[in-house]
């Protein structure tokens, strides 16, 4: 959101000090700054979680696309670990949308109500705005009158200006105080809105992760019966790939 101010003639006398105006302007440009942020983390907590989602039913569809392929039939070793590892990508997945799910109900929507806020806040802002020009307006027109000669028009005319200024003097000051004092407040609010939504996400994370070294810890287990470190499965798998590579079909011509 921002605040632009309309551009009209000045009246001689400051009806709001320099003072006020710096303090309504910084008080503005936090909220506004409050806005832009959270309309960011709830546009990166969407996709968060939809990139969550999209690697999950991913990681099942890789594990059933394995469990189908034809040496499942031919070898029942290899079953046994496809099938193990389609297991876990489906537990995983289930425990992932419930997170998903979590996040969605305790982060996401509560950034979307926070930022449904704002509009109200930007009319209002807007609503003082308007009445700090209607107060100049009049004010002018006032100074005006008052720089005429006192003719019985003139007198006539600056009373009735002065009695159009009044009600829009009020209505500006009854604004402009209550912004001055709510804005403060508002911002201030954000640290008791949001903790308990940062904590409900920190909690659906470790939860999550804490399934998900029980469940990988119990698939390694079950395929890793040979015990082989990396390096010596590394050593294993090129040992075999230089086996094919001996075959003729593949041979450099």
Same mark, same amino acid.
């Given at each position: 959101?921002?605040?632009?101010?309309?551009?009209?003639?000045?009246?001689?006398?400051?009806?709001?000090?320099?003072?006020?105006?710096?303090?309504?302007?910084?008080?503005?440009?936090?909220?506004?700054?409050?806005?832009?942020?959270?309309?960011?983390?709830?546009?990166?907590?969407?996709?968060?979680?939809?990139?969550?989602?999209?690697?999950?039913?991913?990681?099942?569809?890789?594990?059933? $696309?394995?469990?189908?392929?034809?040496?499942?039939?031919?070898?029942?070793? !290899?079953?046994? /670990?496809?099938? =193990? +590892?389609?297991? @876990?990508?489906?537990?995983?997945?289930?425990?992932?949308?419930?997170?998903?799910?979590?996040?969605?109900?305790?982060?996401?929507?509560?950034?979307?109500?926070?930022?449904?806020?704002?509009?109200?806040?930007?009319?209002?802002?807007?609503?003082?705005?308007?009445?700090?020009?209607?107060?100049?307006?009049?004010?002018?027109?006032?100074?005006?009158?008052?720089?005429?000669?006192?003719?019985?028009?003139?007198?006539?005319?600056?009373?009735?200006?002065?009695?159009?200024?009044?009600?829009?003097?009020?209505?500006?000051?009854?604004?402009?105080?209550?912004?001055? $004092?709510?804005?403060?407040?508002?911002?201030?609010?954000?640290?008791?809105? !949001?903790?308990? /939504?940062?904590? =409900? +996400?920190?909690? @659906?994370?470790?939860?999550?992760?804490?399934?998900?070294?029980?469940?990988?810890?119990?698939?390694?287990?079950?395929?890793?019966?040979?015990?082989?470190?990396?390096?010596?499965?590394?050593?294993?798998?090129?040992?075999?790939?230089?086996?094919?590579?001996?075959?003729?079909?593949?041979?450099?011509?």
């Amino acid at each position: 959101m921002s605040w632009m101010p309309f551009k009209i003639g000045q009246p001689k006398k400051q009806i709001v000090s320099k003072t006020v105006e710096r303090d309504f302007e910084r008080e503005y440009d936090k909220l506004q700054k409050l806005e832009d942020q959270t309309k960011k983390l709830h546009k990166d907590m969407k996709k968060s979680t939809e990139a969550d989602i999209a690697m999950s039913k991913a990681a099942v569809k890789i594990s059933g $696309d394995l469990l189908s392929n034809p040496l499942c039939e031919q070898d029942q070793a !290899f079953l046994e /670990s496809m099938t =193990a +590892l389609d297991t @876990a990508m489906k537990r995983m997945d289930s425990f992932n949308q419930e997170k998903v799910n979590q996040i969605s109900k305790t982060v996401i929507d509560p950034l979307k109500k926070y930022s449904s806020v704002f509009p109200s806040l930007n009319m209002a802002v807007k609503r003082r705005e308007q009445a700090l020009q209607d107060y100049k307006r009049l004010q002018s027109k006032v100074e005006k009158y008052e720089e005429k000669e006192k003719t019985g028009p003139i007198m006539v005319k600056l009373h009735q200006a002065k009695e159009e200024l009044r009600p829009v003097r009020e209505d500006f000051e009854s604004k402009n105080k209550q912004l001055l $004092d709510e804005m403060p407040k508002f911002y201030h609010s954000r640290i008791d809105y !949001f903790q308990p /939504s940062f904590e =409900a +996400l920190i909690r @659906a994370q470790v939860v999550y992760f804490t399934e998900m070294h029980n469940i990988f810890s119990e698939l390694t287990d079950q395929i890793d019966q040979a015990g082989l470190t990396d390096e010596q499965r590394e050593r294993e798998n090129e040992a075999k790939l230089n086996e094919l590579r001996a075959l003729s079909i593949v041979a450099d011509d």
